[in-house]
Every structure is written in C-alpha cells, then in structure tokens.
C-alpha cells in the first residue's frame, strides 16, 4: 500500500483537484484508493457531492474506528471525509502524548488499498505534521504564482526539521505544475525555477483548464464531467508519470 500526502502550505495550488483527478484516474485502472481529507474545509468531499455521518474528527477523537469513517464515493474510491468539526480535533491533538502521529496510529491497521492519498490544508499545523509522518511520499502541486515558490520553501523547512527530529526521509517525490499557461511569461518563469530547485522531479504541468475548474461545481471529477478535455489528458499523464514511471 503506497500513501502519498499532497501539500503545500500556499493555499490555491490545485491540491483538492490533484487529489480528486488523481485519485480517479487510479481508480479507472482499476486500483482501490482511499482518499483522507484532512483539511477542515472539506473541499475534497464537495468536490465529490459526498454525505457522511462519521468524518476524521471522530477518528482523532477515538469514538469511531477507521472502518465507521470510510464511505465509498466512486467505484472504487472510499474517503474519510472532514469537515468544520476538524478545528476542535486540531486543538485537542496539540495535549495529546505523540500528538504528532496520532493519524499514523489510528490508522496502523488499514489494509484493502493499493494507494492512500491525503489532501492536506494550506497551513503549518499538526494536522499536516501528521500527515508527513504518515505517508511514504510527498506530493507537491504549484501553482504558477511567484508566492508558490515561498509556500515550497517552507514546506522543504519543515520536512527537514520533521526528518531530524522523528528521524525520518521523507522527501518529495514528484512536484507539480498547475494552472500552466505556456501563453504566460510567468508560468515559465515559475516552472524554470521549479526545475532549478528540483532537477528530477518536476513533472508535465498540469495546463489551465475550463473543464477543471467547472467540474468541481457539478460535484464531478474531470473524467466524468468531461473526459475529452485537456485537464483530463494532463491527470491521466500525471498519473502514468508519478505512478507507473
């Protein structure tokens, strides 16, 4: 089982629509995934029009196990949703002995998925500590924004403390350029700079696309709402790229 948590502590870098398309173009190969939304704006549950009764506030807090949390979403999808409730959950977490892996230790007897993907919020918190010391390898979108570059920054600070203190290596292991529009001078200053920082791991970028960005209003991955389009061409290449390469 691969677990991949996709970050960036710069909020709008497409994190929600890497985990959502991602996730499904998996799915359509035929691979089972769970999707753990650990961002308290639940925007990977909207985006899916999912309802559920339990979320990850019940896992954290211990009165639901792991199994009363998944609910399905798509053919072979489950997602532990979350929601507003997260808030408290992060407050309590903070007075919690081995605060910083509680995540990894309800969830220490998962099994059934091929892949594991965590939609991490846009922020240094416990959460995404969390979450990096959950997964095998990171995940890192990008918008083509100059204030990216400063949410990249942080998040390879904090990966190293982390690593130094939990005496770990967890690295990222592919970067993602979205919101890519070869027409702007700034995209391919912003991409140059990403290859400088990451010499073998930038991937294809993830191009402007109408039909990513109205999907999630039809509560629809890319590949449902228009399967034909270039956003759905650029998650299906992710996916051969940062999975089958």
């Known amino acids: ?6 970050i960036n502590y710069k909020g709008g870098t ?3 629509s890497t985990v959502v398309n991602l996730s499904h173009a998996l799915a359509l190969r035929g691979k089972k995934v769970l999707i ?17 009764k339990n979320s990850l506030f019940d896992l954290i807090m ?3 196990t792991y199994q009363e949390c998944i609910v399905n979403v798509r053919q072979n999808i489950d997602m532990i949703c979350s929601n507003e409730r997260l808030f408290p959950a992060e407050i309590a977490m903070t007075k919690m002995k081995n605060r910083e892996t509680v995540l990894s230790q309800r969830l220490q007897e998962l099994s059934g998925y091929d892949v594991v993907v965590i939609d991490c919020p846009p922020s240094m918190n ?14 890192l979108p990008v918008s083509m924004e100059y204030l990216s570059l400063i949410g990249v920054k942080q998040l390879l600070q904090n990966i190293k403390i982390i ?3 939990f005496d770990r290596e967890i690295a ?16 391919k200053f912003v991409l140059d700079s990403l290859k400088r920082v990451f010499p073998n791991f930038v991937v294809t970028p993830i191009r402007t696309s109408v039909s990513l960005s109205e999907a999630p209003g039809f509560k629809k991955t890319v590949f449902e709402f228009d399967p034909n389009s270039k956003g759905a061409e650029d998650y299906h290449r992710l996916t051969e790229e940062v999975f089958y390469s």
Not at 1 to 6: H, W
Not at 126 to 136: A, F, P, R
């Open 1 to 6: 089982m691969k677990i991949y948590s996709v």
């Open 14 to 16: 497409g994190k929600t």
């Open 36 to 52: 753990i939304d650990t961002d308290p704006q639940g925007s990977a549950g909207h985006h899916l029009g999912v309802s559920f």
């Open 62 to 64: 211990e009165e639901k």
């Open 126 to 139: 416990v959460l995404n500590q969390n979450s990096l010391l959950y997964c095998q390898e990171v995940l």
């Open 163 to 165: 690593n130094k203190i």
């Open 172 to 187: 990222i292991s592919s970067v993602i350029p979205t919101f890519f529009d070869k027409r702007n001078r700034k995209s």
